[in-house]
């Protein structure tokens, strides 16, 4: 069974920059990966998705501020996130798209705050 673990969130102020990463114990190949944020009080959200062919999925939210890509040679997810707002503060996690119960992992807190 493959774990996914998720690294690099953190405090920044607004307008700042993050990237997380997501690193998969086994081969992540052929799946769909997302990564996905619940903040407090609400509902778990996707926010970005990418194929195996790299082709990629934003809910408007986030487009053109944050940027998914795998690389599948090292069974890895990154998120770049620029132009944080503190509405982007939640639990990050990430997680095959659609998102599979055994998978979820810690995910890494991101706090956007001046």
């Known amino acids: 069974q493959v774990q996914l673990v998720e690294s690099g969130g953190g405090l920044v102020q607004p307008g700042g920059s993050l990237r997380l990463s997501c690193a998969a114990s086994g081969s992540i ?11 407090p009080g609400k509902q778990r959200e996707l926010v970005a ?3 195996s062919g ?26 770049q996130m620029n132009s944080l707002k503190p509405e982007d503060t939640a ?8 998102p599979a119960m055994a998978y979820w992992g810690q995910g890494t807190q991101v706090t956007v705050s001046s």
């Open 29 to 39: 190949f052929g799946f769909i990966m997302g990564w996905y944020r619940q903040a």
């Open 54 to 79: 790299g082709i990629t999925n934003y809910p408007d939210s986030v487009k053109g501020r944050f940027t998914i890509s795998r690389d599948n040679a090292k069974n890895t997810v990154y998120l």
């Open 49 to 51: 998705s990418i194929t």
């Open 91 to 98: 639990v990050y996690y990430c997680n095959t798209n659609p």
